[in-house]
């Protein structure tokens, strides 16, 4: 959401689809005929957006030994080895997808999350630069791009590039969230609440909000929210461990919750919207 870098805890990654009850099924149960791959890559797919992992990497590389050179297939392989943090596998095959296929917009993405897991932002700014030019329409990358740049504090930048995203795909959660961050941190408060509204449900708005405000040191206002978000959904795990975080930063008692005589402490904290993937995982 996924790319542990500065401020990836502040920002959403692409994510796909969920699908039905795909991972029940494994490949040597699906005809091996070339009439059914394309179903299969996207039950893949499906699987992936599920981080289903294991049953995914079954499908995709049946997929690669009946088509060694579909760059496709090495671009999801790839993906799932990212996802497990097997970054010298994931390059072998983006490597040899983009060697197949140059112009695939799908590779220069992958490459450029790739890049920032490995932190080389440079390399990841040209590859997602060289997505965004092949498809210039394609809201995913423009995100991708804008979030790459946000995470190495290159935020004017990076809300040109929401922006775009926003208006090609207005109803997409996690560009605006990831735009609520960017314009938080620009300072623009009014915006940045209007953005995270659009972005998830009033809980989730209110808690991406607080930690906005705690990210820029105002603690107060961060403990208003994450309060409302706790009594809006006394359920919401990520809203009570962040009042609980920030009240004791403050020294003040977390406010009792309907259902409990005293608040708890949550054993581990979740700081803000989490990431995925980064695609959702991105690709």
């Not at 659009?198 to 906005?212: D, I, M």
């Not at 979740?270 to 990431?275: F, I, L, R, S």
């Amino acid at each position: 959401m996924r790319h542990d870098l500065k401020m990836a805890v502040a920002a959403l990654v692409l994510a796909g689809a969920a699908g039905g009850c795909a991972h029940t099924t494994s490949p040597s149960a699906s005809a091996a005929g070339p009439d059914t791959f394309e179903a299969r890559r996207k039950l893949t797919s499906e699987l992936m957006a599920r981080g289903d992992w294991q049953p995914a990497f079954a499908y995709v590389d049946q997929l690669h030994r009946e088509r060694p050179d579909d760059a496709g297939v090495l671009v999801q392989r790839a993906a799932i080895y990212r996802e497990q943090n097997l970054l010298d596998e994931a390059e072998t095959d983006l490597r040899d997808a983009v060697r197949l296929a140059p112009q695939s917009a799908a590779a220069r993405a992958a490459f450029g999350i790739l890049f920032d897991m490995q932190r080389h932002p440079e390399k990841a700014e040209e590859q997602f630069r060289l997505a965004v030019k092949l498809e210039p329409e394609n809201a995913a990358y423009l995100n991708n791009l804008g979030f790459s740049l946000f995470l190495h504090g290159r935020t004017k930048e990076a809300l040109t590039f929401y922006e775009k995203a926003a208006r090609l795909a207005p109803t997409t959660r996690r560009t605006r969230t990831n735009l609520g961050f960017a314009c938080a941190a620009q300072g623009d408060w009014h915006r940045a609440a209007r953005e995270f509204a659009l972005g998830g449900t009033p809980v989730e708005a209110k808690v991406n909000l607080g930690f906005a405000y705690e990210q820029h040191g105002d603690l107060a206002n961060a403990y208003d929210l994450y309060a409302e978000a706790a009594r809006l959904d006394p359920q919401s795990k990520r809203a009570r461990s962040n009042l609980a975080h920030v009240a004791e930063l403050l020294g003040r008692p977390a406010p009792a919750l309907p259902g409990e005589a005293t608040p708890a402490m949550p054993a581990v904290r979740d700081d803000g919207t989490a990431v995925a993937p980064p695609e959702e995982a991105r690709p």
